[in-house]
C-alpha cells in the first residue's frame, strides 16, 4: 500500500504566548493544521488574530511555546538556529509585501541571492528560468527602482522560488499593489502551483486574493475557527465579515 508523502509544513497543538504573567498574549491557541503538497492555502482572520504569527513559527522564523511544527518531514521543535537556518535556506522561500529586494543589484542578482546564501553557486539557467517564469526575462538587469511595484513583487517571488523550497510563504504579497498588478501576481502564483506543484502558505487581508487559494482558513483569537474550499470572493468576504462582527 502506498503511503501518502508527508505534508511540507505540518502544525501539531502549537501555541505562541508573548510576554508572561500579566501581560501574556496567546497569540496561537492549540492550533492543528497540515497544508497539503501542492495545495495554496490562503490564511485570514481579524488583525491580532494570528496569521503573522501562524505565518512566522511555520516557517521557522519564530519558536513555539509548546506543540511541534514539522518542515518538510523534519521536525523543528528542538532544532539547533543552525540547523533551523539550513531549513530555511532550503526549503523556505519567503516572499513579503513589501518585496525587500537589494537596491543595488539587478533582479538576477537578487534572484541568485538566496543560491549564494545557501553556499550554491547560482547556474545562469536557473535564475533565467524562474525569471521566465515570473515574464521578467527581459528585465533581469534591471534594478528594482526600474521595475513597477507589479515587477518588483514578481522579482520576489522569482527569489522565494529559485531553490524550488518545499514551502513557499507569503505575507500580504498583494498588499502594496493596484488591483491590475495585484491580479497579475495571484495568477503568476496560480500558475506557481498548478505547474510547479509549489505548496504556498499566503496570508492576506483581501478576499479576492484569498479566492485565487485553494482553501482558506480562518483565524480568531489564535485559533483556526473555519475553512472553505475553493471559495469566491463573495464567500470569503462575507465569512470574513461575521468573523469581524
Ligand atoms: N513580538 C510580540 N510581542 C508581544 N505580542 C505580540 C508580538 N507579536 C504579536 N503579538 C500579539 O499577538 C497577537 C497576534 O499577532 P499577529 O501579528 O500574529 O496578528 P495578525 O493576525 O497577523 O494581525 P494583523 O492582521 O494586524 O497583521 C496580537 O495580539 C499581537 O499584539
Not at 482558513?217 to 474550499?229: A, C, P, Q
Request: charged fraction near 25%; glycine fraction near 8%.
Amino acid at each position: 500500500m502506498n503511503e501518502s508523502p508527508p505534508a511540507p509544513v505540518e502544525l501539531a497543538g502549537v501555541t505562541r504566548v508573548y510576554g508572561s504573567r500579566g501581560t501574556a498574549v496567546r497569540a496561537l491557541d492549540d492550533v492543528h493544521i497540515a497544508f497539503p503538497a501542492g495545495s495554496w492555502t490562503a490564511v485570514m482572520g481579524p488583525s491580532g488574530s494570528g496569521k503573522s504569527t501562524l505565518l512566522h513559527c511555520a516557517a521557522g522564523l519564530e519558536r513555539v511555546t509548546s506543540g511541534s511544527v514539522r518542515i518538510a518531514g523534519n521536525d523543528i521543535t528542538g532544532a539547533s538556529d543552525a540547523e533551523l537556518t539550513r531549513l530555511r535556506r532550503t526549503e523556505i522561500g519567503f516572499a513579503f509585501q513589501t518585496f525587500n529586494l537589494i537596491g543595488s543589484l539587478t533582479a538576477e542578482q537578487n534572484v541568485a541571492m538566496p543560491l549564494r546564501l545557501a553556499g550554491r553557486r547560482p547556474e545562469r539557467a536557473d535564475v533565467h528560468e524562474v525569471l521566465a517564469a515570473v515574464g521578467l526575462a527581459d528585465r533581469r538587469r534591471h534594478r528594482p527602482r526600474e521595475l513597477s511595484g507589479g515587477q518588483q513583487q514578481r522579482v520576489a517571488i522569482a527569489r522565494a522560488m529559485v531553490t524550488r523550497p518545499a514551502v513557499l510563504f507569503a505575507d500580504e504579497p498583494t498588499g502594496a499593489l493596484d488591483t491590475k498588478a495585484a491580479r497579475d501576481v495571484l495568477h503568476l502564483m496560480r500558475r506557481m502551483v498548478d505547474e510547479r506543484g509549489q505548496t504556498t502558505i499566503m496570508v492576506t487581508h483581501d478576499p479576492a486574493a484569498a479566492a485565487s487559494a485553494d482553501r482558506v482558513v480562518f483565524l480568531r483569537d489564535g485559533r483556526i475557527t473555519d475553512r472553505l474550499d475553493r471559495p469566491s470572493t463573495r464567500e470569503v468576504a462575507a465569512r470574513l465579515a461575521d468573523l469581524e462582527a
